[in-house]
T-cell receptor, first 111, second 114 residues
Framework: SQKIEQNSEALNIQEGKTATLTCNYTNYSPAYLQWYRQDPGRGPVFLLL?????KEKRKERLKVTFDTTLKQSLFHITASQPADSATYLC??????????FGTGTRLKVLA | DSGVTQTPKHLITATGQRVTLRCSPR?????VYWYQQSLDQGLQFLIQ???????AKGNILERFSAQQFPDLHSELNLSSLELGDSALYFC?????????????FGPGTRLTVL
């Protein structure tokens, strides 16, 4: 079955720098990947979706790439701010409407 | 505020008991999803309903069941509770059950089994 791997170690970066988070999947390439943000004790919030035929998607300071050869998606936050500190989850549809979420990467932006 | 409501916010109960978690999706959303999130497991997909019908089943235990009612609200029933069932339970909704789907998550119900 499909598996998602995200770096479980926390990522600490300085304010103003670009944060890059990685999402790797193991089997077939999904039709699309989603990225969500989750704050402690709260439900995930949808950020971006990228389809398999799109190399890159942008929304304000966020950028997502999708490399079906590497079976990887990268999530970038440019000009990072302390308010960006949260856990970021990668998700995909395994097929037949079953959704898999990664365990997430915790990002901390230091002022 | 995502527009998805979940009740109750917190639930404390004992092993062996049965509880019901309730979810109201965003207005107009036909799909409802249930997830379990524990510290060591991450967000686990349990089940999806679309317009009253079960559409997909994930890692849902036989002790758990769910349904979606004609008014589109959903309930997740957990029975014969065990300590390991303690977790955050999230409900999410989306416009349809098709691809792709942005899911809107509720605030969650924190279940503690003592």
């Amino acid at each position: 079955s499909q598996k998602i791997e995200q770096n479980s170690e926390a990522l600490n970066i300085q304010e103003g720098k670009t944060a890059t988070l990685t999402c790797n999947y193991t089997n077939y390439s999904p039709a699309y990947l989603q990225w969500y943000r989750q704050d402690p004790g709260r439900g995930p919030v949808f950020l971006l979706l990228i389809r398999e035929n799109e190399k890159e998607k942008r929304k304000e300071r966020l950028k997502v790439t999708f490399d079906t050869t590497l079976k990887q998606s990268l999530f970038h936050i440019t000009a990072s701010q302390p308010a960006d500190s949260a856990t970021y989850l990668c998700a995909l549809d395994e097929g037949t409407y079953k959704y898999i979420f990664g365990t997430g990467t915790r990002l901390k932006v230091l002022a | 505020d995502s527009g998805v409501t979940q009740t109750p916010k917190h639930l404390i109960t004992a092993t062996g008991q049965r509880v019901t978690l309730r979810c109201s999706p965003r207005s107009g959303d036909l799909s409802v999803y249930w997830y379990q999130q524990s510290l060591d497991q991450g967000l686990q997909f349990l089940i999806q309903y679309y317009n009253g019908e079960e559409r997909a089943k994930g890692n849902i235990l036989e002790r758990f069941s769910a349904q979606q009612f004609p008014d589109l609200h959903s309930e997740l029933n957990l029975s014969s509770l065990e300590l390991g069932d303690s977790a955050l339970y999230f409900c999410a909704s989306s416009e349809s059950g098709g691809d792709p789907n942005e899911q809107f998550f509720g605030p969650g119900t924190r279940l503690t089994v003592l």
